[in-house]
């Protein structure tokens, strides 16, 4: 059985996952496991390109070391001192937090430099982070429709300037972007060592940095360690979520499965050397008709790829020819609680059970229609026009950092909605993004404040009055008249001070 969809439970936590990598050891890319150690909350693992007990003809690209193995640990070479940059747009305060005590564990005092918008300090939790010792805001404009990314710009100008001061030190990043690779030999041209820290299962970034010569540092937050929440990917392109007994990602860490499961869909046309992993192995699960496929927590689907890899290998199977779109569509994460976390495990997970489920189309001119409505931003009668409803989904703020950030994707004010469309398009059928977009939203809030300025007799009026209230609302702030039901929700609960917003996103209707 090929980690059913409906089990998928994980092994004990002492047991290496039954995966064959002869080829990756054949290849040079033998793996060494460690126990990982848990400090506050997160959990550790140093990856080293090269240990000094294992054979010089033997590389290991590094990872975890499990149980009854030695224990490796590296010391700062060049500094007692770590200078942290901290791309803020994707790490929480306590993702923060949590990494600088790692780094601490590295024997040295770690000064930290948050970069974010001007207006996180506006943010009462932010601006009292920013005040703690050896913590400093660099604010970074941006502008309105702004494409690429500015904390990326800002954080590779910090790190060229530190490179050339003496003595040498230590640069350390956090960040989920790639793109950094030419940085990263820069800096260590010039002496200086650089580590970076990010989640474990970013794969493609750790593989990236690691080729570039960096130490790789990779988290794991306690809180989103057990996901009690399974998400299906179904026959038929449909998808549900369910619970589960709380998953253990520690028997499915090795990295043997991750490469052994890259490396063969590679050879199968359905990955190219970056992209997400969940997005190659769901595509190529539909595409052979291999039925049920848990795809979150996406180890489930790493380690099902990995067995079909080692007991049939890559001629009996449908290679990658017909562009598909994958979806893992999430709600909002909302604040972390006791309740929560006991109900799903971790807020990720809450988000993607609330998404009712992941589902993958087939490339159409109409792909973008389709994958809004499954979002929940088209219908037959609420939300007709399709230009608000891509409005609508780009000022999502997930939905707009995904596309900042991994695709350089956001429109201008200048551009014409099949330009747009034409983005989204590609985003969607891009390996690029793991595929988590956020779903519509929900129109409680909405309700309640309308309620609150006497617009609506009763928060559970019919959508229709709803409507009706919204439009007279509108009105009365001189809002532009819009078409759809999503959008006037969008618009109404817009809240510019947000610290995690960049203004709205306009285009050409």
């Known amino acids: 059985m090929l980690c059913p969809a409906s089990q998928c439970k994980p092994e004990p936590a002492n047991a290496v996952p039954p995966c064959n990598g002869a080829a990756l050891v054949a290849a040079g890319a033998v793996q060494r496991t460690a126990q990982p150690r848990a400090h506050h909350a997160a959990h550790i693992f140093l990856r080293v390109s090269r240990l000094a007990c294992i054979a010089p003809a033997v590389r290991v690209r590094g990872c975890r070391v499990w149980k009854g193995l030695t224990r490796y640990r590296t010391q700062l070479q060049l500094t007692s001192r770590i200078d942290f940059l901290v791309d803020a747009d994707t790490h929480s305060i306590l993702d923060i937090k949590s990494a600088i005590s790692i780094l601490q564990q590295e024997g040295g005092a770690v000064e930290t430099k948050v970069f974010a918008e001007p207006a996180r300090d506006e943010n009462k939790m932010w601006r009292q982070f920013f005040r703690e010792s050896d913590i400093s805001f660099r604010p970074v404009p941006r502008g309105k429709g702004t494409r690429g990314e500015a904390n990326d710009s800002a954080i590779v100008r910090e790190v060229k300037r530190l490179s050339k001061k003496t003595p040498r030190r230590c640069i350390a990043l956090m960040t989920q972007d790639t793109g950094f690779s030419e940085t990263i030999r820069g800096a260590l041209a010039q002496g200086n060592e650089v580590l970076v820290v990010t989640p474990i299962a970013a794969t493609t970034q750790i593989r990236e940095m690691e080729s570039a010569g960096a ?17 299906v990917l179904h026959e038929d392109g449909s998808g549900t979520t369910h619970f589960a007994e709380p998953f253990v ?9 991750v490469f052994t499961a890259m490396h063969f869909m590679q050879d199968l046309g359905y990955r190219e050397d970056k992209g997400y992993l969940v997005q190659s192995i769901a595509k190529f699960w539909f595409t052979n008709g291999l039925g049920p496929l848990t795809v979150f927590p996406g180890q489930c689907a790493n380690k099902a790829v990995c067995d079909v890899a080692s007991k049939h290998g890559t001629p009996a199977w449908t290679r990658y020819t017909k562009p598909l779109a994958f979806f893992l569509p999430v709600s909002s994460r909302g604040k972390s609680s006791k309740g929560a976390r006991k109900k799903f495990g971790s807020t990720h997970a809450r988000a993607v059970f609330k998404g009712d489920g992941p589902f993958i189309l087939r490339d159409s001119s109409n792909l973008v229609a389709e994958a809004l409505e499954s979002l929940g931003y088209m219908d037959r009668q609420w939300n007709t026009d399709l230009s608000e409803a891509m409005l609508t989904f780009l000022n999502v703020t997930d939905n707009k950092k995904i ?25 969607f059928l891009s390996n690029g993004s793991d595929g988590e977009w956020r779903i519509a939203p929900k129109d409680t809030a909405v309700r309640k404040f309308l309620h609150s300025k006497g617009l609506l007799g009763s928060e559970g009026a019919s959508r229709r009055i709803v409507f009706r209230a919204m439009k007279k609302y509108a009105k009365k702030r001189n809002f532009s008249t819009m078409q759809n039901y999503n959008t006037y929700v969008s618009r109404i609960l817009g809240r510019p001070s947000d610290p995690n917003a960049l203004g709205s996103v306009e285009f050409s209707l």
């Open 215 to 231: 130490r790789v540092v990779t988290t794991q937050l306690a809180a989103d360690t057990s996901p009690k929440v399974r998400a």
């Open 249 to 257: 990602y520690s028997s499915y860490d090795n990295p043997e499965v």
């Open 403 to 427: 596309l900042r950030k991994q695709f350089e994707a956001l429109p201008s004010p200048q551009d014409t909605m099949p330009e747009v469309r034409a983005r989204l398009r590609s985003a």
